[in-house]
Structure formats: C-alpha cells, structure tokens
C-alpha cells in the first residue's frame, strides 16, 4: 500500500430498529402552556392512530453514536479526492455552511411578508445576476431543484416558446455521450429524443446536424465541453445552423467548471441552459443531494420563466406572479434558497478573477492526470481536453480486468473511484475529473495507485478483480437485491 | 505542473478553443472577498428579515423544534461532503441511514415502498401523478382544489407537457372537507390518479377511505399528499392510498424560504418498478454480512434514458438525513406527544377565533377576519407576530380569511395576541 | 460454451423459437444472457396480448441493463413463465430450456422462413463475435 490509506478498525453498528427497546427516549418536549386537547375528541376516534409499530426507541447518546458509526463507513470529499468526471467533485468550503446556518436565513418562512424577506431576495437578486454574468445569458430561473429539474425546465420553456410562434415540433437531438438525465427530461417534456452520433474524436460534426436537424426539431441538448471533456469546436456553427432552422440550442452545463470566466455560453450561441450549483459552485454534494438547477436564458424565453419572477419595485424586491405567459410553477416556493446561499458565498469568494483562475487550476490537474496516465491506460480520444479526462479500459481488459475492477481496486489505495463506464460511447470508460481544490500531492498520489493498479492487471489481475480488500464490506450482491428487493426493515418472524 | 505538460502559461491549457468563443475581458463581478467580508455581508442580509418574531404561518412549511443532534449529524462531512453512495463498499453509512429513512416512511404512512426522496412535497406529487398514468395507462388527473395550490400549480406544468388533462374537484363550504359527491362526478374512465392532501391546505383531515373507495370504483388510484409530516404522529396512516407523496419539511427541516425540502414517495410492493427516483435494497457482500446498494437502478434515467420512470438523479439525500435523525429522536412516543402538542395549541387558538370551517383539523385552520387579513396582519406585526396566510390570493372566495398553523414552537401569550388581533 | 437445439429457429437479436404446429415457445439465448450477466427481472407481456415479428414483446433486465425481447413471429401470447417473475436467475441457469418466455400462437407460420438455424445462428455469433 502507499501512503494515503491504511486499515483501520471500524465500529459494527445493528439498524436502529434493532437497538430499539420500549421506553428509551432521546426527545423532550416542555410542559404545555395550553390545556391538553383529546386527539379522539378533536379528530373522532377513527382518524388517530395506533402506535407506530416498529418506529425506534433509542436514547440520545445511541442515537449520536448510531449515525456516527454510519458516518465513519462513508468515504467524503473531506477525506480525500473524489475524481468523478462529470460530477465536479470539489472541496465544499464551510464558510458557505456558516451563512447559510445564520438564524435570519435559515427560519426565514417562504410566506412571510416581503418586506420582511428584504435578505433573502436580495441574495437571490444577486446570484441571479452572477450566474447571469457567468454564463452570458439574459435573465436567470433559480426555481429548478436540480440539474435535471433544470433540464425539465429548460426544455418546458423551449416548448412554450415554440408553441407560441405555432408549432411546438416533435423531436429534441441528444448526442450518444449526454448523461442519462438528457433523454429523459426530453420525454417528461413530451418530445422524442433522438441520438446524435459523435465522430471518432468525441466531437459532433456540422455534417451529421446538417443532415439531422430537420423542420421537426425543437432543440438540440449539448453538454460543452462534452462528457469526454472535449470543447466543441463547431459550437457556434451548431448554434447558427439550429437558428436558421427555427430550432433552439440548449446546454447542459454540467461541465461548466471548465468555462466559467473563460468562455460564456451566450456568446457562443446557446439559447437556454442549466448550472449545477452542487458541482460547478462548491455546494456539497450531501450523499446525493441537494442540488440547485438554476436555468439561464436568453431574453425572448423571459415571458414563459417560471413565476414567481423577481422585480425591483419602489426601491425595493418583490416577486411578480403576473406572468400570463409563463409555464408555471416547477417547484413550490422558489426554489433551494439555502443551496443558493452556498452557491452566492462561493462566487464572492472568488469574483471574477477567481472564479476563472479556478477555471484553468481545474483544468490543468485534468491535463496533468491525463499527460502522466496515458502511458498506462488508453486516452478516449486524440483531441484536446478540458476538465476532465477519459481513458477506456481496452489495456487491462486483454488481462480480464474492467473499468469497475480497476474503480473498485482504487478504494484500496484510499480513493473514491472515478466514474465508471460513462460516457457509453467509450467501451468501458474511466472518466477522471480531479477539480481544481485537489493539490499535486494528492494528484501523484492519485496517479501512482492508478499505475499501481495497470501493473496488478497485468501481473496479479485476480487481485483487482476481486477488490476491495481492504474495506469493512467487500462487492457487494446487487444481483440479489435487485431480484427479490429488500427496500425496508421488518421484525424478523419469531423475534418480539 | 505547467513544465510537466510541457506549457508555459494556464492560458496556453484553452488556446486550442475557438478563438471567438473565448472572453476576452474580465467577468464583470466584485473582486473576491475574504471569509470575515463574506460573513459579514449575509449576516447584514440576514438582519433585513424578520428576526425574533413569533410566527403563525404555515401552508407547507412548518416552524418545528429542531433537535440538535440534527446539525451535529448533518454537518458531518461524512455525510455533508460524500456523493451519491453508487459505490457500495464505501458508502455504507449513506446507505444504511437511507434504508432506515425507507423503513420509518413506510412505518409512518402504512406504505410498503419509500424511496430515497424527492426535490419536495410538490414535485413528489406530480411525480406520483405521473405514475399513477404509467400503471394505469390512463392520462387524467383529478386534483383536489384542497391541496396546496402551489402544488397544484406544479402538477399543472408537468400535466401540460405530458399531455395529461387535469380536473380540480371542489370542497365543501361548510366543512372545508373534499366534496365526495364531485369527486365522484369527476373520476371517470380514463381517471390515472385522484390526488387528495391530507390533513388539507385548510387543515382539515379529509376521509382518505372515502376517496380511495370513489377512485377504485372507476380503477384510478388515489394519490394521498401530506404537507405536515408531524401529523402523521397522531393521525390514522394513509393505508388505503395506492401511493402517498410527501414534504418531509417539518421533521427538522429549516424554512429556510422554502427549500431545501424533502419529499418523498411511498406505495405498495407492487408498484415497486413504477416508483421514480433512487431506492436503496439489502443485500450481503461477498463475505455474507449484510450490506446495502443502491437497487432497482434500472428504473433510472442513467440506464434506461428515454425510457426512464422520471429523470430524477440528483435528490435531497442529506436533507432526508435531517428528517432520519428528527424521527429517530423523537421516536414512536415523542412522536405522538409532539403531534398532541401541536393539536392542544392549535386548538388553543382556534377556540379563540371565528373559524370557516366545520371539519377536523391538526394544527392548522381557516379563520375568519373582521376585516382585510392584511390589517389584521399589519397589527399584530408591530407587536412582534407574524400572522397568518391571506387566503384571497389562493381561494377569491375566501378572501377575508387567512390560515393559521400552531405549532409546538407556538407561545400561548403570543396566540392570545393573535385572538385578540383577530377578535377587534 | 453453450449447445444451440438444432429444432430450435434462432433471431439476430438472440431470441429463440420452438415451432409445434401452430405454437411457439420462446426465449433468449445462452449467448444473450451471458452477454446480460446476472439477469434480476424478466418483464413479460399478459396472455392475449398480440404482437407483431420484430417488435418488443418483452424486456429483461440485469443489474445496470435493460433488453427488449423481440418477437420471432408474430402471433398471440397464449401461455408467458410465471416462474420468472420471482426465479429470473434461472434465465442465466437454463435459457435453453426450462426459462422458456412465452408461448405464442403463430398467426403466419410462414415467417419462421425468416429465422436462422442453429448452424446459421451459430455462424453468426462467430461472425459477430
């Protein structure tokens, strides 16, 4: 083993429901300031309930230890590198923690009157405008919960805009490297995806559109750089071609944290698109969510934006339900105000200078993993990448080794793994996003278990095929818990 | 690293770009600030809201105790800082602590299925609309006009662009409850779903055993909604629903403006391959002990594209944790007392007001005003209360009334201002 | 390796047919799930469902793939494995066999002239392979 992990005794832990005993408490109420009201009385007698049967009874020290337990079988970005291409796995600073945890924000109630939420939409007021800013676009939704909630979205107000000139068109072009988000947002939104081939660098060609983008289709859905990490290079003829063919142009921008303050997806073309403000902006990822799916616009979509909108009005902001042509609510309230808190702390923290300086750090790690591993393991393409960098597994796989073998061995050498087989246009794909907040330590030590690794499926590939070794739980069967699925915990029969 | 790569400058990493895709000025922001300035800024921000005052609004998002063994867990970086638990071996705690969220949901609703969550309240339940469609092979939707009109407003968006029509069913004047009788009238043969909240906007405790019997008659399914999740300490589990969607917002989730929240969906097993977003299975490792996964995956949009049960990925996983760690606490007693505390003090204020409606209620209610809600607001504002929601922006007939939620966190000398303010 | 039943009659999309009068009973082949791995659920049409030659009548899914099933012939579903549906493995164990999918009822037995023979099958999984 090299010098980032080594083992370690960890604490086993039971389910609560199995450390539950009657009687045990961890909560406190005080003493009621009213006079009690009989549940039977105020409700009838048919609409209460019984007890919970099952709920847990534990006291508040096990409960503490019980979720710490949980946590120390996690692996986080605090712990180390996180290299998921296309998740954009960077360091979550806690300042962005502490001010969305300030009282005033934090129990601030979306209802309560505007004059008294002055604060919050003047945070709001400003991302949108930064955002605005950073992508080139015009006016900016924070409403969408998520990247693909931003997608949905995005391509809702595609539809709108297209219905309004008469024709809303049938089918939305989606090339064979998007995320899986893509082609079905474009169902959810009523239309028929259809795959865009890409050429042998990873890039899509004027040719293949020219020949695709016919009078059917509503929108093209590219994600820039692609899911290869490749710029492409034809973007704004894309762009003038979809235009020309009354057809729009939206952008994923999961990748946006290989353009942010280098190149603006306004001025290249697009017409509508989608940011992660869990990826790009630094919110943490909190095991699988919350995000924010912020959608950004150019100016004739404005109408048809989700309501409410936020104005300025005598001085002051107020939020516009008076939209007669938008498509309506996403979302209730407006939006995941606390993540937007994160996002706008991270932007100021940086500004401009910043946030593009971030920009090229992330991209250079990319190019320094990409450089010092391909000697090792088979680059996806010839072309030129940004932020991350993809590798296929053909090499090690002449050894029976896989992409998943080689991500499962990586956790020995105390790594998260990288994203495994995606995109699927690259057989069996190892898809690298180091960030730009990993250091050059962590990267050599990164790029040393990846060589490692090449070498063990070569000489010993036994040994990666059956990683880890060296965790509390070993592959786990997701053959059988997807055959007969096990989704919750019930009382053993026999046991009380 | 530049010199290992064999470049001279960051800039020379994106000349290969099209050179007129490239900015060429600055980004036209403030300059980068230091941790105290940023501080500094949000809590200036912070101020402009209303702090220290007492609170009566509810409508979705409920002012709850929060324990705080909540934050001390959540704000762990184990938690707070890992990705989505894909990779089993080493996100066992994510896993575990998401299997036991299924398992309380299912335990609180009388489901046998949860998910993982859902963006919140709203989108759950035009998500559970949109399965409703997909195991019926039906496309209309019957929406109680007693769910919460932002939700409503949601279900409506997706509605329109998936092409499925939706009716809204009235309520009875009197008692604030579903008119069965229309319901009736509007559940016909291409009814996918009837979705129905309970307790309602209004507060009111609706008869989900009615409304399922009208829904199955005509092979719909009924969709139950909660809004305030601490009800579901006290009141009979929404069994005879096909699938409930909730907002998990009051198991000590903060307001925080409205999100992030957590919604979620349950139903039964035999709808399991028809429930959008992840769910979490058990299985053993290849040692034999037990351990979780992430399962069912081939629901998802990352496999099944086009063809997915929603384009879910990314969901409120720690914000469930929040709602984990609450139910934990409290547990199936401090549950119960929590929930008759709500009902004592929400009953409390109710008996001192005029209220519209007839019907059961938890801990919210309709009042009505002696005059404009907005006065009656006004007043009590200037002694330090938040009060209630005007209802005219929502219900035009019920313009001069304005929900009112008690909660735990509800002071008696602070309802007695709002009695007061609403008797003058 | 796996033996393909010469009775059998064989799809490019790796079905399998068995023709007794104007029945038939289908399945995927040896090659088909070995190419799926560990198959977890086998999503099968009610009986008296019609379907067309070349169409889906089916999907059956591993852990992080789905597959159509495609239909040799046309015809009604008049018979589908309830077995399956809580045994999947067993589309992995004996796809040959008993994991048979449905039985249909030919409506033109004249398109089994479209099928591969077992050598023909077997050519082309060396072709493809």
Redesign the interface.
């Given at each position: 083993m090299n010098g980032k992990a080594r083992t370690h005794v960890s604490q086993n832990e039971p389910l609560l429901f199995e450390i539950s005993s009657p009687g045990k408490r961890a909560w406190q109420l005080p003493p009621l300031d009213v006079p009690p009201a009989d549940p039977a009385e105020a409700l009838g007698p048919d609409r209460v309930r019984a007890e919970i049967a099952g709920f847990p009874e534990v006291s508040e020290v096990e409960a503490l230890r019980h979720f710490t337990r949980l946590a120390s079988w996690n692996y986080a970005i605090d712990l180390g590198m996180y290299p998921l291409g296309s998740c954009t796995m960077k360091y979550n600073p806690r300042i962005n923690e502490a001010v969305a945890n300030l009282e005033g924000l934090l129990w601030a109630h979306p209802y309560q009157p505007e004059s008294l939420a002055q604060g919050c939409l003047e945070i709001m007021a400003a991302l949108e405008a930064a955002l605005a800013e950073i992508t080139g676009m015009d006016a900016v939704t924070l409403q969408p919960a998520a990247g693909a909630h931003g997608e949905l979205t995005g391509l809702f107000l595609i539809r709108a805009l297209l219905e309004s000139r008469g024709n809303p068109r049938r089918k939305v072009l989606v090339p064979d490297s998007a995320h899986g988000t893509n082609p079905a947002s474009v169902t959810m939104a009523g239309y028929v995806a259809e795959n865009v081939p890409s050429c042998e660098r990873g890039m899509m060609e004027l040719a293949t559109l020219e020949r695709m983008v016919t009078e059917d289709v509503a929108a093209l859905m590219v994600t820039n750089p692609n899911t290869l990490g490749v710029f492409e290079q034809e973007i704004t003829r894309i762009a003038e071609l979809l235009h020309e063919r009354g057809a729009l142009l939206y952008m994923d921008g999961a990748n946006m944290n290989a353009l942010a303050g280098i190149a603006r997806p306004g001025d290249f073309g697009v017409d509508v698109l989608h940011l992660n403000l869990h990826k790009t902006f630094s919110t943490p990822h909190g095991g699988g969510g919350p995000g924010s799916g912020p959608v950004a616009v150019k100016r004739i979509f404005e109408p048809f934006l989700p309501v409410p909108r936020l104005v300025r009005r005598d001085n002051r902001w107020a939020l516009d339900y008076d939209r007669p042509q938008s498509i309506g609510r996403v979302r209730a309230f407006y939006g995941n105000f606390g993540v937007m808190v994160r996002a706008l702390a991270y932007i100021m923290a940086h500004g401009g200078e910043g946030l593009r300086k971030a920009t090229l750090d992330a991209v250079l790690n990319a190019a320094y993993v990409r450089k010092r591993l391909e000697p090792y393991y088979e680059p996806a393409t010839t072309a030129p990448t940004l932020h991350e960098c993809v590798f296929s597994d053909v090499r090690q796989a002449r050894h029976g080794v896989r992409t998943g073998d080689i991500a499962k061995r990586l956790i020995d050498y105390g790594f998260h793994p990288y994203t495994v087989s995606f995109p699927l246009i690259v057989r069996g794909a190892l898809m690298i996003e180091p960030t730009e907040t990993e250091s050059k330590l962590e990267l050599d030590l990164f790029v040393e278990a990846m060589i490692r690794i090449a070498r063990e499926a070569e000489e010993d590939p036994e040994l990666v095929r059956t990683a880890p070794h060296h965790t509390r739980t070993s592959r786990v069967d997701e053959a059988a818990a997807a055959r007969r699925p096990v989704v919750r915990w019930r009382p053993q029969p026999g046991c009380p | 690293m530049l010199a290992a790569l064999g470049l001279n400058s960051l800039e020379d990493l994106v000349a290969h770009l099209p050179p007129e895709v490239l900015l060429r000025r600055p980004l036209d922001l403030p300059p980068g600030k230091s941790e105290y300035e940023i501080a500094g800024w949000f809590r200036a921000r912070a101020e402009e809201n209303a702090s220290a005052y007492a609170c009566f609004l509810g409508a979705g998002a409920y002012r709850h105790y929060r324990p705080v063994l909540v934050d001390v867990i959540a704000s762990r970086g184990e938690f707070l800082t890992s990705y989505t638990p894909y990779q089993a071996e080493i996100s066992q705690g994510t896993l575990t602590a998401i299997f036991e969220f299924q398992t309380m949901i299912c335990q609180l609703t009388g489901m046998e299925v949860a998910n993982a969550s859902m963006y919140d309240g709203s989108t759950a339940a035009a998500e559970a609309a949109l399965m409703a469609a997909r195991i019926t092979g039906r496309r209309g939707i019957v929406v109680a006009r007693t769910l919460h009109p932002e939700y409503r407003e949601v279900i409506r968006t997706y509605a329109r662009f998936a092409q499925m029509p939706v009716t809204e069913s009235a309520y009875e004047p009197e008692s604030g409850n579903l008119d069965l009788a229309d319901l009736e009238a509007r559940v016909g043969e291409d009814t996918a779903a009837v979705l129905v909240q309970s307790p309602n906007f209004f507060g009111v405790v609706e008869d989900v055993r009615a409304a399922a019997e009208i829904a199955h008659r005509r092979g719909a399914l009924l969709v139950v909604v909660f809004t305030e999740a601490v009800s579901l300490g006290l009141l009979a589990p929404p069994a005879d629903a096909d699938i409930v969607a909730g907002e998990l917002q009051s198991f000590a989730i903060p307001p925080s403006y409205g999100g992030p929240y957590a919604g979620v969906i349950a139903t039964r097993e035999q709808h399991i391959r028809q429930i959008p977003g992840r769910l979490v299975g058990e299985t053993r490792d290849t040692r034999g002990r037990r351990a979780y996964c992430l399962t069912l995956a081939t629901r998802e949009q990352h496999i099944r594209r086009e063809k997915a049960t929603s384009n879910i990925c990314t969901n409120q996983a720690l914000v469930a944790l929040m709602a984990t760690v609450f139910m934990t606490v409290y547990g199936k007693e401090g549950l119960r007392q929590l929930a008759e505390q709500n009902l004592a003090k929400a009953h409390y204020l109710a008996r001192r007001v005029s209220r519209r409606f007839s019907g059961p209620f938890f801990n919210e209610f309709v009042a009505v005003c002696p005059r404009a809600p907005e006065a009656v607001n006004q007043t009590l504002l200037e002694k330090g209360v938040i009060g209630g929601l005007p209802l005219g922006r929502f219900y035009p007939e019920l313009d001069g009334c304005m929900l009112l939620c008690a909660t735990e966190m509800s002071r008696r000398e602070h309802m007695d201002l709002v009695a007061e303010a609403l008797a003058s | 390796m796996s033996t393909y039943p010469e009775n059998y009659l064989y799809t490019k999309e790796h079905e399998w047919i068995l023709i007794e009068n104007d029945t038939g009973t289908v399945g995927i082949t040896y090659h088909a799930q070995k190419e799926l791995?560990?198959i977890?659920?086998v999503d099968l049409p009610k009986p008296g469902t019609v379907v067309e030659r070349g169409k889906p009548l089916g999907s059956v899914?591993?852990?992080?793939?789905?597959s159509d099933i495609y239909a040799p012939v046309s015809g009604e579903v008049i018979a589908v494995n309830e077995a399956l549906a809580?045994a999947?493995?067993k589309l992995n164990q004996d796809p040959h066999g008993t994991a048979w999918l449905v039985k249909l009822r030919l409506r033109d037995p004249a398109e089994a002239s479209q099928l591969l023979s077992a050598s023909d099958y077997r050519a082309y999984l060396g072709v493809e392979g």
């Open positions: - | - | 791995g560990d977890v659920f899914e591993s852990v992080k793939a789905v809580t999947p493995e």
